[in-house]
């Protein structure tokens, strides 16, 4: 018998038998029918779906890797609600457009001297050297003048500038005297509010003119800009921060330029005051953006904190690829925190050094470095422009590296601002302060109920009643000012009744599309019937489902047809009182106007707008709007943070708003603390209403709410009172007002051409109100994890990690129930190898 050695596979055999072998254990779908047994047909089948599916999937990988690399990071609104608290005030600079007064120096004098080439001292070209870099020149005067200027340039700008006074409140509380603080800008001094120390704001080495910045009141800053404030910090900080939202929980501030006569040529074509409102923790760089306000106006401003923040995540991709900066990752030569305003400041200082030799007089400098004169304005302005080029050559064209790097700051926020304007006669109201006039008892008693609606500037020291009748509101029915109001409303003219009167902190007021005070208030809530208007209508809006579906055109509340001015709210305003008490109003001559929710009452003390008389404003309105899915709503109200309009009940008020609730819960700190309420609170049948003699109380009583809410909301000391957390449905409206002048005297003279209203002391004013767009973008409060995605992403990793799937599951519950009970019975045991 012949024996034939046993030939070895080859080696291509064996790897065909090693990676059939891998396909029948595979857990990879469709690989284990390649090493079945099977036809041809069918096992090509398989290997061109199993390529089209690797192929699929390695396109979808190589999608994404490019999304990740060019897109890494993505800018949205985040599911936490930020509240003011949070951010600091906004910094306030106010630079006088007068630079100087024709008293101390003449200018303008020394001005056309030189330009008619007469003789003038060297102190006074000295001076007029120095002036020259403040003052805006009409022409370029051909003169030797010296391209750098002396340290005594400081010395100099500070004793010729305006003569400026302010008297400042911030939180309802007058300013000390450090609160106001001097610093040098590119308008030359001017007067920052909440501004860092410089010392805080500047590295050590870089210097500054110390009797400039004498006013600071230096501490150790409390905000750190990618951390925000310290959690032990408390309600004091630096720099300050608000309270609450409102007009007396911000900043007022009463400028008076002292200045007898200022210098026309050094100044610009606007008279009165620059204000640029900024962060604290940056230089104000006046060249970006501001706005004015002019003599004898008073300006409101609400503004309204945009702030981005960084996930943790993000923060450990690099910088080039994220695109931004933290406060403490780029070092900057001069400046202590990183900021994309100091860094952009920083970089046209380094380029003005290195074209010019020197720096402007209000760019940080070290103590070596020289300051451009009048001699290097050219100079300056080329460097100015080179580094914008180069900066645009970078970043659009790829030549080369410049030297700003200024890329976004990765924690940054800045102030939207919404401003109006109103006259303000200040002689007219000093004079009727201090007119003498005795007053009888019946005056004294119309004197209480006045002084409590008035604006008073000191405190009287009288033995007045801590309380108040119910006769207090005929007093103010009776002697309130003769207001005419006549209205259009989607191209119709309105009809009577169409106004509510109503009482607010600002007395009696008049409101359109207002709900019935009987939907707002429940049944055992009082109010004067002789002020208070109501009417019989049922309202066809729910604060959560909105508009019946069978509500129709006709509505109440009215809704709009659409958007434009023809579509919106027009209305003429007439005071056809004849003479004005100046005491008894606020600095503004004119209306205040609040645009809100018509389910809730007005507070005046959060935001408003103002009307001057001869004005034509126009405001228009973009609703924001914010509703809550379905599945939100199955969530407590303590981990969705909103309450729905039926899920929290007040005591007042018949439907839940944040703002109904904040003035039920003051009414009820009012209440315990004084044992009365303000007379536009509401109130039962048997609670008093607190008088003049009450009003610290009432103060102090608001104070105490507002404490209290912050040491629970910030550092978990007690809970409140109030629990007012925001509506899970609410919507609120963004205004754009734009007004001209409007002489009705005039256009009625001139359309029915004779004199008409000459006689007359009555005062106009008209205003519009209309949407701005016909469709807007909804925010939706939705669940940003729900079950599914929940289970998606467990097993999307199990089956990353393990191979693990729904079917394997199955597999497993399979072989430790029925194949045990099967294999029990066919084989005598639970394996089918027993």
């Not at 754009?736 to 051409?753: I, P, Q």
């Not at 939705?782 to 394997?808: H, R, T, W």
Request: proline fraction near 3%; hydrophobic fraction near 35%.
């Amino acid at each position: 018998m012949r024996v034939y050695p046993i030939k070895e596979k080859s080696t291509w055999l064996k790897v065909k038998n090693y990676l059939r072998e891998y396909c029948k254990v595979s857990n990879i779908h469709g690989v284990r029918y390649l090493a079945a047994r099977r036809s041809n047909i069918e096992r090509l089948t398989w290997t061109f779906f199993i390529l089209l599916s690797m192929c699929c999937c390695t396109f979808m990988i190589y999608k994404i890797w490019q999304k990740y690399e060019n897109n890494p990071i993505v800018i949205n609104f985040s599911s936490k609600q930020l509240s003011v608290y949070d951010v600091p005030f906004p910094a306030v600079t106010i630079c006088p457009e007068s630079k100087s007064s024709s008293l101390t120096f003449n200018y303008s004098d020394v001005y056309y001297k030189i330009r008619s080439q007469i003789k003038v001292s060297d102190e006074k070209f000295k001076v007029f050297h120095y002036m020259y870099l403040l003052c805006d020149e009409f022409d370029t005067l051909k003169l030797n003048i010296s391209k750098t200027v002396d340290e005594d340039f400081f010395a100099t700008i500070k004793e010729f500038h305006p003569n400026l006074t302010e008297v400042c409140y911030f939180q309802g509380r007058e300013c000390v005297n450090v609160t106001f603080d001097a610093i040098l800008t590119k308008e030359g001094i001017c007067y920052s509010f909440n501004t860092l120390h410089p010392n805080d704001i500047y590295k050590e080495d870089v210097i500054f003119y110390q009797h400039i910045f004498s006013s600071y009141d230096q501490r150790t800053s409390d905000f750190n800009v990618d951390t925000g404030y310290a959690p032990n910090t408390g309600i004091l900080t630096y720099p300050r921060r608000p309270y609450a939202s409102g007009v007396q929980f911000g900043f007022l501030l009463n400028l008076i330029d002292l200045s007898l006569q200022t210098d026309a040529m050094c100044t610009s074509f606007s008279r009165g005051f620059k204000v640029l409102i900024h962060s604290p923790l940056e230089v104000p760089r006046f060249d970006n953006h501001y706005f004015q306000v002019s003599y004898n106006k008073v300006a409101m401003v609400a503004v309204q904190p945009e702030v981005v923040t960084t996930s943790n995540e993000v923060k450990k991709i690099h910088p080039e690829k994220r695109e931004c900066y933290l406060g403490n990752e780029k070092s900057l030569k001069y400046f202590r925190t990183y900021t994309h305003s100091n860094c952009l400041l920083e970089c046209i200082t380094n380029f003005t050094l290195t074209e010019c030799g020197c720096v402007s007089y209000f760019m940080p400098r070290t103590n070596n470095t020289k300051i451009c004169g009048t001699g290097s304005r050219k100079c300056i302005l080329r460097a100015e422009e080179n580094m914008i080029r180069e900066e645009i050559e970078n970043k659009y064209f790829k030549k080369r590296t410049t030297q700003c790097d200024c890329k976004s700051s990765c924690n940054n926020w800045q102030y939207t601002t919404e401003r109006s304007e109103a006259e303000y006669d200040l002689n007219k109201m000093l004079m009727t302060i201090f007119k003498e006039a005795p007053l009888e008892y019946i005056k004294f008693k119309i004197f209480h109920h006045m002084y409590l609606l008035c604006d008073d500037f000191d405190s009287l020291e009288l033995n007045i009643s801590k309380t108040v009748n119910d006769d207090f509101f005929t007093v103010i029915s009776q002697l309130q000012p003769d207001i005419s109001l006549e209205c259009a409303f989607q191209n119709t003219e309105c009809k009577n009744g169409t106004f509510t009167s109503i009482l607010t902190k600002d007395g009696i007021c008049y409101s359109f599309n207002i709900l019935n005070l009987n939907d707002i208030y429940r049944e055992d809530v009082m109010f004067h019937p002789d002020i208070s208007s109501t009417y019989n209508q049922e309202s066809d809006f729910n604060v959560d489902t909105g508009y019946a579906p069978d509500a129709g055109v006709f509505t109440y509340p009215k809704r709009p047809y659409t958007s434009g001015y023809q579509y919106g709210f027009v209305l003429f305003l007439a005071d056809l009182s004849v003479e004005t008490d100046a005491l008894c109003s606020s600095f503004n001559q004119g209306f205040n106007v609040y645009i809100h929710n018509p389910l809730e009452l007005p507070r005046f003390g959060n935001s408003y707008f103002h009307i001057s008389y001869k004005k034509h404003s126009m405001v228009a309105i973009q609703p924001e709007v914010v509703i809550t899915s379905d599945e939100v709503k199955k969530f407590h109200p303590e981990k969705r943070k909103c309450y729905l309009g039926s899920e929290r009940p007040l005591k007042y008020f018949r439907t839940y708003t944040q703002s109904n609730c904040f003035l039920e819960c003051l009414t009820n700190y009012t209440l315990i603390t004084c044992g009365c309420v303000a007379y536009y609170m509401p109130r039962t049948n048997n609670t008093k209403i607190c008088g003049t003699g009450s009003k610290k109380c009432m103060d102090k009583a608001e104070e105490n709410m507002i404490s209290e809410e912050m040491a629970n909301k910030y550092f978990k000391k007690r809970i409140t009172k109030c629990d007012c957390k925001p509506s899970c449905n609410n919507w609120q409206y963004i205004t754009e007002m734009s007004e001209d002048e409007f002489d009705v005297k005039k256009r009625l003279a001139f359309k029915f051409k004779e004199p008409l209203l000459e006689d007359t002391d009555a005062k106009f004013s008209v205003m519009a109100i209309f949407f701005k767009r016909e469709q807007f973008m909804a925010l939706e409060r939705a669940e940003l994890y729900s079950v599914f995605d929940f289970i998606s992403n467990f097993g999307g990793l199990l089956g990353l990690f393990i191979g693990f799937s729904l079917l394997s599951l199955v597999e497993i519950l399979y072989f430790f129930t029925l194949r045990i009970f099967y294999n029990n019975r066919l084989f005598g045991g639970w394996s089918n190898s027993v």
